[in-house]
Nanobody
Framework: QVQLVESGGGLVQAGGSLRLSCAAS?????MGWFRQAPGKEREIVAS????????YLDDSVLGRFTISRNNAKKTVDLQMNVLKPEDTAVYYC?????????????????WGQGTQVTVSS
């Protein structure tokens, strides 16, 4: 059982930046960040493999967001730049038992409680 706790959400103006962090209670393999806007399904934002050397970014955030991890600290961060109002959502950290990154929500077993990101226009 792995517990995940997200932090770093908040309110920011369009064009601004936020950095989300996810702290894990134990060792993890692939990790992902997902988001869910009101009335929409939860969707992948970014994923990173166990070592941190391979990453996946959804087209909607490519060039603006980066994902990274520090295995010694058991953290996974999501750096979000040039934020847009459409990035407004609850952001969730998730852990997968597999080593490779994945954009499939069903590959993730453990989930954090989520952190709200609101981007004003």
């Amino acid at each position: 059982q792995v517990q995940l706790v997200e932090s770093g959400g908040g309110l920011v103006q369009a064009g601004g930046s936020l950095r989300l962090s996810c702290a894990a209670s134990g060792r993890t393999n692939a990790m992902g960040w997902f988001r869910q806007a009101p009335g929409k399904e939860r969707e992948i934002v970014a994923s990173i493999n166990w070592s941190g050397y391979s990453t996946y970014l959804d087209d909607s955030v490519l060039g603006r967001f980066t994902i990274s991890r520090n295995n010694a600290k058991k953290t996974v961060d999501l750096q979000m730049n040039v934020l847009k109002p459409e990035d407004t959502a609850v952001y969730y950290c998730a852990a997968s038992p597999q080593g490779s990154y994945s954009y499939r929500i069903n590959d993730y077993v453990y989930w954090g409680q989520g952190t709200q990101v609101t981007v004003s226009s």
